[in-house]
């Protein structure tokens, strides 16, 4: 499906962008990668790393400057576009609360224009990347993500006539991805800071790597029909238990619970459970309107799971435990 294909991807020079380029330059025979952003560094930075050891590909890879706030220049970039992977956010938690106006522009406005180029450029796929915050959101950034959300979804009534479909793909925090936890913890350490802060003791996080997330993206992006919510099936860890990964002997001192912070992640509610159905490693939630056609859309496979079931990283039955976070911190090179 994705061979001879043009993907770009938005927001591609992260972390989960340069995974997902080296997967896509290993896995398939892709005509072009674009990496549409707006930090020119960052991108002259990517350019250099995958020519080390990509020389050969880097004619199937273009780097393209512009923001998501830019419609005009979006519909530039969709020239000739078969799949959109859409990864541009703000997703610090702090700046959003701070710029609320500008975490709107971004992760609103921006997936409004995502949403219009698509369509009128004839893109075949949109997988748009969610995140836990999204589910019942206490802080600006989940609230401008749940929109975010809701304006994919809707999209694809909102193309009408045209061919293009659009998916989410939602989870928390990748391990050892800026701003979790695990760099933060490290990153005390080496400053001979004795005492970890943590929250609350009863915190729970999931624990997904960053090539599961790449592989749930692809997932969606092969299989969705249009209107689907992926999530992976995935184990929880204490915060507390982390930290004791990370260092023995730590010592550990509460500072309370931040602006913002849940205990918990949550990934499905109880009210999306009427509509989620459980696959081999991930759930699905399918949308709930009139123009959504079971029948037509549904991916075969699942089994719907029962009514007033939550997926949250405190409910969750599969456990890391300390010894399990070291050996996976260390197989990851964390």
Known sequence: MLDNKTILITGGTGSFGKSLTINLL????????????????????????????????????????????????????????????????MKQVPACEYNPFEAIKTNIYGAQNIIDAAIDKNVKKVVALSTDKAVNPINLYGGTKLVSDKLFISANAYAANKETKFSIVRYGNVAGSRGSVIPFFKSLIEKNIKELPITDKRMTRFFITLQEGVDLVLKALLESKGGETYISKIPSFKITDVAKAIKEDCEIKYVGIREGEKLHEVMITKDDSRNTYEYEKHYIIYPHFDWWNFEKFYTPGGKHIKEGFEYNSGNNTDWLGVEDLRKLLKALGL
């Open 26 to 89: 290993e896995k398939y025979n892709i005509k072009k990668i674009v990496i549409y952003s707006r930090d020119e560094y960052k991108q002259d930075l990517l350019k250099k790393e995958l020519s080390i050891k990509y020389g050969d590909k880097m004619n199937k890879v273009r780097f393209f400057i512009g923001d998501v706030r830019d419609k005009q220049r979006l519909y530039r970039a969709f020239d000739n576009i078969d799949y959109v992977i859409h990864a541009a956010a």
